[in-house]
């Protein structure tokens, strides 16, 4: 998933409504197919500290689905058939993960075809029957317990999941007037880290990974897509969809887009799905992506996926920029710039498919160094191919910039490597990113770029897609040794932001950026245009005037009037940043009907968190923001809704 940095937080919030707590260890709450049971009390210990499934003693390897969406009712109901794969000896049970759906039916399939009821309970698992690695956990966790004893080789689960506006879980339902059309809704799914347990029971870790094919029943007038390689084109006569995903996934990375959706190719094996409002401006903004395959091609071999589609939704209702989901990226359209300035963002979804699509982290603890900070790391080598080295160094400061800002407020003392997380959202921050990224290039400088991209290309190119992989993993792959987090001390493990042997060097041509405000702000004027700037730099002086105390109100608001003329309003990342530093110098009451036009317009949290929580430091800024906040909380998402009222203290 893109980084967004300003959201880490949001996150973490945004994901703990997947879990029931505060039951007792292993208490029963379901049903039983015999009034008698089974042996359903004595289970194992867990592998994954974030998940109850018995991944040791068995493995799902495919799912077949049949699903039907009911818009009147706020309904997904049908069934998931799983095949089993066992690892040990008759294991007595299969432990799946699972949230707030409705257990309807569970059957077991012998080899012989024959279909039989299966012995089942809901049970909440304690922390003591988790893994090595769950000291510090404190939520319990839900699962279903089905007996294998009748010879099961299938199990079969009926189940149906009501969902609602504003729910905060991993389905996003968008009502029309949240759209870009506004004729249709959208049933959209997130389950990156641990949402696909509130959609469907399954093993919800990244350890194991599953095929699947799935038949979807959709109103009239939509159009089904998914995490597949044989996604639509058209919509359907009678809103009936098949996929067959032939390449074995995790479950964060399934996913089931619903709307009013129409495609245009872009490339040999690109394309764009979204809104006809959005559809030709975003074919053009993203014509590049099939070029961009090729720069990670040429750097990393063959891309292992037959297609890799975008799909582009609402800034209005969607909090994030964008979701890595195999073969159809998620992409917000804000990032519809008319210049192709955000493209680096999708090269981080590019970087996931390369990799850690393949081989995900082993589980949730490994995220920062072997997925989201190593995928930072791979998306310097694309861009660096693609667009060349200057640019790339300069999004990489511009990232290590935001960072450290960022960190100083939410995250100060927090360690890349986090032995224990109460929630795995937790590690989804600014921390796994940048310095993750770092990191990386600490590693670079140890064993040369070359040995990395080899490790990239072998664990890629050889068949290992049904494994994953742990950080001492990742690290011993790359050392060509048996590697420990602990040798890395301090840059894994130590609390604190960016160790010295981690801070980057500003790039020379940001630094002609500083020499330029140096003599912009003695004469208080632009006396040249930065018309020719690139986004990097805008940025770069946008993040310098926010954080340089030497600059007197006057001179910002001086240099910011003069600059308007020059800035592209249609990026809104340059856009948010410029109202940032005009209300941080004092010009509140002079933007804020441009504010109250903003604020609403964007759900995205990166471009409205910073600009409600600059407000919210003087009156008259909170009085603004809360007349922004009544308009956008009729589109706003529910994550965005909810870090919102935190940050403007409304219950």
Not at 2 to 11: D, H, Q, T, W
Not at 92 to 120: C, F, T, W
């Amino acid at each position: 998933m893109n980084a967004l940095f300003s959201i880490s937080k949001e996150r973490i919030f945004f994901w703990f409504a997947i879990l029931l707590i505060a039951l007792p260890a292993c208490t029963v709450e379901g049903n039983s197919a015999s009034s008698g049971g089974n042996s359903l009390k004595h289970l194992p210990k867990m592998l994954d500290p974030h998940s109850v499934a018995n991944v040791d003693e068995v493995r799902i390897t495919h799912s077949d689905f049949n699903l039907r969406l009911n818009l009147n009712r706020l309904l997904l109901e049908g069934q998931v058939i799983h095949t089993l794969q066992f690892l040990t000896d008759k294991p007595k049970h299969l432990i799946l993960d699972m949230a707030g759906q409705e257990i309807e039916q569970v059957s077991i399939i012998k080899e012989n075809g024959e279909v039989l009821p299966a012995d089942y309970a809901v049970n909440q698992f304690s922390d003591e029957q988790q893994g090595e690695a769950s000291g510090s956990i404190s939520s319990q966790k839900r699962g279903l317990v089905i007996s294998l004893e009748k010879g099961a080789r299938k199990v079969s689960i009926k189940f149906h999941l009501e969902f609602t506006h504003g729910q905060e879980a991993s389905i996003v339902f968008l009502a029309p007037h949240q759209t870009r059309g506004g004729r249709h809704p959208m049933f959209l799914t997130f389950n990156e880290p641990i949402g696909a347990r509130s959609i469907f029971p399954c093993q919800d870790t990244p350890m194991n990974q599953f095929t699947y094919s799935a038949e979807i029943q959709v109103p009239a007038g939509l159009i089904a897509l998914m995490s597949s390689e044989d996604n639509p084109r058209k919509k359907s006569n009678n809103g009936s969809y098949s996929f067959n995903m032939e390449k074995p996934i995790p479950t964060y990375l399934w996913s089931l887009m619903i709307g009013d959706f129409k495609y245009i190719p872009t490339g040999q094996r690109t394309g764009i799905y979204a809104e006809e409002e959005n559809l030709e401006a975003a074919s053009k903004e993203f014509s590049e992506f099939e070029k961009m395959i090729q720069a990670g091609e040429k750097v990393f071999g063959p891309y292992q996926w037959t297609r890799q589609d975008l799909i582009i939704l609402p800034a209005v209702s969607f909090s994030f920029s964008a979701m890595e989901n195999p073969c159809l990226f998620v992409a917000s359209d804000y990032m519809i710039t008319g210049d192709r300035s955000l493209n680096f963002i999708n090269a981080h979804e590019l970087a996931h498919g390369f990799f850690t699509n393949i081989i995900p982290n082993r589980t949730w603890i490994d995220l920062p160094v072997a997925n989201e900070g190593f995928t930072e790391y791979l998306r310097y080598l694309i861009l660096m191919e693609a667009y060349g080295e200057a640019s790339a160094q300069q999004q990489a400061y511009i990232d290590y910039m935001e960072a450290i800002e960022l960190v100083k407020e939410a995250f100060p003392e927090t360690p890349i490597y986090q032995r224990a997380v109460a929630h795995p959202g937790e590690t989804l921050n600014p921390i796994a990113y940048h310095k993750g990224f770092l990191f990386w290039l600490k590693v670079e400088k140890d064993i040369g770029r070359d040995r990395i991209v080899e490790v990239v290309r072998q664990h890629t190119e050889n068949g290992h897609r049904t494994s994953s992989i742990s950080t001492e993993g990742l690290l011993s792959a790359v050392y060509g040794r048996d590697v420990t987090v602990d040798e890395f001390e301090p840059w894994l493990l130590a609390r604190g932001y960016i160790p010295e042997d981690l801070a980057m060097i500003c790039p020379g041509n940001l630094n002609e950026v500083t020499i330029w405000l140096e003599e912009a702000l003695k004469e208080m004027k632009v006396d040249f245009s930065p018309g020719s700037w690139n986004f990097y730099e805008w940025k770069y002086l946008f993040y310098t005037l926010l954080r340089d105390g030497e600059v007197t109100n006057e001179q910002k608001l001086a240099l910011l009037r003069s600059l308007r003329p020059y800035l592209n309003n249609s990026n809104a990342i340059l856009h948010s940043l410029f109202l940032q530093n005009l209300v941080r110098a004092g010009a509140v009451e002079e933007v804020s009907d441009e504010l109250k036009a903003f604020l609403p317009k964007y759900s995205t949290l990166r471009l409205v968190r910073p600009l409600y929580a600059e407000l919210s430091q003087t009156d008259i800024g909170m009085a603004i923001a809360q007349q922004a906040f009544a308009i956008g909380r009729r589109t706003y998402s529910s994550a965005t809704k909810s870090e919102i009222k935190k940050v403007l203290k409304i219950n």
